[in-house]
Every structure is written in C-alpha cells, then in structure tokens.
C-alpha cells in the first residue's frame, strides 16, 4: 500500500455539485480499476481523513482522481475549499471492486457518484480490453445531475463493445430516454444476456441492495455479482 504526500494538480467541476479532485502521483503508483483510497486534507490546520473511489483509470498517467457530491457536510466543505496547489496525503489502494480481464462480459449497475469506480473499470475497458462487452445503465434524478455524461459519451465512441443506457427519475419533457428507477424490467431488455455477465453494482446502499435482488431473482450467480457502497453515498 502506498502513503505519500502530494499536492492538488487539477479541480474539474463535474455537474452544479460534483467535483473531481486530481493529485500527482509518481510513475510507480498503481492501482486496479475500481479500488478504493484514503484521503488526508486540511482544514483550518486539523487534519481530516475519507476514503474515495478512484474514478481515474490506471491507463492515465501522471495523476489519480476521485470524485465528490459536495453534500455540505464538513468533508465536502473542506473539498470545495481546496485549491490546486494544496497539500494532500494519500494511502492506497484498497478494494476488491475490480476488474477481471478474464471476463468477456460486464453488466453495470449504478446511480448517482456511485458512477465513480464503474467510470474508472469502463475507462480501462476502452483503453486496454475494448473486446470486452459492456453495458452500463445509470440512474439519475435529472439530466443535470448525470456525472460524466460527455466522457460516456466519448467513451462509447471510442469503443463499440461499450453500451450506456441512463434513465432518470424526474425527467423534463425533451428527455428522450428511459424513465424511472433501473427495475428488473429494464435489465431484462436491456442485458437480456444477464445470466452470462459478470455484474457490477455500486452506490447508495439501498441502490446496491436492490440491484442484488433483482440479480438473484433473474437467476445470475452470486459469484457473478460485485458490490460496493461507501456510507458517505
């Protein structure tokens, strides 16, 4: 596990209340897509400490980033104060929520931040395994609260075997997609194939949770389904 220090390299607004938080990092950090790492800022000269999903990929170099809902609570404000330049420690990484190369198919299951560690495997995915099929449905409020929509986009452009599918449970009228929460329903015509997938579900607990059933009920394996969610979702 790696512990150093750094510094903030880069802030990129996300959506009206998400950001992502960029620190350099020497050649030799590595990690696995949809790891986990530990945080330290400061705040008013105290110290403070999260854990954070890596919403880089390991095929962009010279940096990690994480991702955060800025919620109001004393992490986040702390966040939203940082400035390119301030000190950070990280620790590093931790997590089972990975990537096997060995897979050929992947389902993706998530909402709202949980997108961070699935953002960071389909990355990889486009970058080093393109014949890898996946297919991603994503759950958001509205359209504006959609994390990493142009870079999906791009994605999917890039590589043909990468599927996003977004459903949003209070849409506006010119919304063209999907409508509602991801239900059993909706997997069943988007991942027809779901019993052949290795899945990936990660987010609010109570999303996670769902997910799970909703897996069971359609008959795909336990060792076939990958969870995560922080409390901090």
């Known amino acids: 596990m790696y512990k150093l220090e ?5 802030i990129i607004q996300r959506t009206y209340n998400v950001k992502s938080f960029r620190f350099s990092v020497p050649a030799d ?3 696995k897509a949809g790891q986990f790492l530990f945080v330290t800022i400061k705040d008013d000269g105290k110290e403070i400490q999260k854990h954070f999903s890596f919403s880089s990929s390991p095929t962009e170099k010279g940096h990690v980033e994480f991702t955060k809902k800025l919620t109001g609570h004393e992490f986040s404000n702390a966040l939203d104060r940082l400035r390119e330049g301030d000190w ?3 620790k590093g990484p ?3 929520f990975t990537f096997d190369d060995k897979c050929k198919k992947l389902g993706m299951l998530t909402g709202g931040i949980g ?7 389909c990355r990889l995915c486009t970058d080093t395994y393109p014949n890898t099929d996946v297919i991603l449905l994503y759950g958001n409020r ?5 994390v990493f929509r142009d870079d999906l986009e791009e994605m999917q452009k890039q590589n043909r075997n990468l599927k996003v599918v977004h459903t ?3 849409p506006t009228s010119e919304w063209k997609g999907h409508i509602g929460h991801i239900d059993k329903s909706m997997i069943q ?7 052949e997938r290795r899945f990936y579900t990660c987010g609010p607990p109570g999303l996670v949770d769902t997910m799970r059933n909703i897996l069971q009920e359609l008959n795909v394996p336990k060792k076939q389904v990958i969870t995560e969610h922080f409390p901090g979702y």
């Open 29 to 31: 950090f590595s990690y």
């Open 88 to 90: 950070a420690h990280l």
């Open 142 to 146: 509205t359209e504006r609260d959609i």
């Open 115 to 121: 997108i961070t560690a699935i953002r960071s495997i």
């Open 189 to 195: 015509r988007e991942i027809p194939d779901s019993q």
């Open 94 to 96: 931790a997590g089972e």
């Open 6 to 10: 750094t510094s903030v390299k880069q």
């Open 168 to 170: 949003l449970s209070e």
